[in-house]
């Protein structure tokens, strides 16, 4: 009977263990001085993505910036400052998206159009395009002629 008793015991401390784990989802820091966030925690847990991907087609299709949704009022929100008292970049384990996207094994492209830290006049334009300037131009009017060709 005590034999039974005791692995009775040792089974139920073997299925508690997970659950005494625990293991505490990451906080998201916000700085509160600039106002709610646009979605409640758990409801913008579920659904950035799809609002990530609503203003991605707003931005981009209907030429609509700035804004409370705009991905520039994520960033100045959400940065997390390092020991210099600057934004982290989304090199750091300690930014923003990476506190959550790191816990749940997520990996995002994001970053290789978008700055991960505020700029100067942010909201302006949270795109970080390759090239710029009168030569792009030049070159797009060359290809543009020689393609009607």
Same mark, same amino acid.
């Given at each position: 009977?005590?034999?039974?008793?005791?692995?009775?015991?040792?089974?139920?401390?073997?299925?508690?263990?997970?659950?005494?784990?625990?293991?505490?989802?990451?906080?998201?820091?916000?700085?509160?001085?600039?106002?709610?966030?646009?979605?409640?925690?758990?409801?913008?847990?579920?659904?950035?993505?799809?609002?990530?991907?609503?203003?991605?087609?707003?931005?981009?299709?209907?030429?609509?910036?700035?804004?409370?949704?705009?991905?520039?009022? &994520?960033?100045? *929100? /959400?940065?997390?400052?390092?020991? @210099? %008292?600057?934004?982290?970049?989304?090199?750091? #384990?300690? +930014?923003?998206?990476?506190?959550?996207?790191?816990?749940?094994?997520?990996?995002?492209? &994001?970053?290789? *159009? /978008?700055?991960?830290?505020?700029? @100067? %006049?942010?909201?302006?334009?949270?795109?970080? #395009?390759? +090239?710029?300037?009168?030569?792009?131009?030049?070159?797009?009017?060359?290809?543009?002629?020689?393609?009607?060709?």
């Amino acid at each position: 009977m005590k034999a039974g008793l005791k692995t009775v015991m040792l089974a139920l401390a073997v299925m508690a263990a997970p659950a005494l784990a625990g293991d505490v989802a990451p906080k998201v820091p916000i700085d509160r001085s600039k106002g709610e966030c646009v979605l409640p925690g758990p409801e913008m847990r579920r659904q950035h993505m799809e609002l990530l991907k609503h203003r991605r087609d707003a931005t981009m299709y209907d030429g609509v910036r700035g804004g409370k949704v705009a991905f520039a009022a &994520c960033l100045n *929100c /959400h940065a997390v400052k390092g020991d @210099d %008292g600057k934004p982290v970049t989304v090199k750091s #384990p300690q +930014h923003f998206c990476r506190v959550c996207h790191d816990y749940t094994a997520v990996k995002v492209d &994001c970053w290789s *159009c /978008h700055v991960s830290v505020p700029r @100067d %006049g942010a909201g302006k334009q949270a795109l970080r #395009p390759p +090239h710029r300037g009168a030569t792009d131009f030049a070159a797009l009017k060359k290809y543009l002629k020689e393609g009607r060709k």
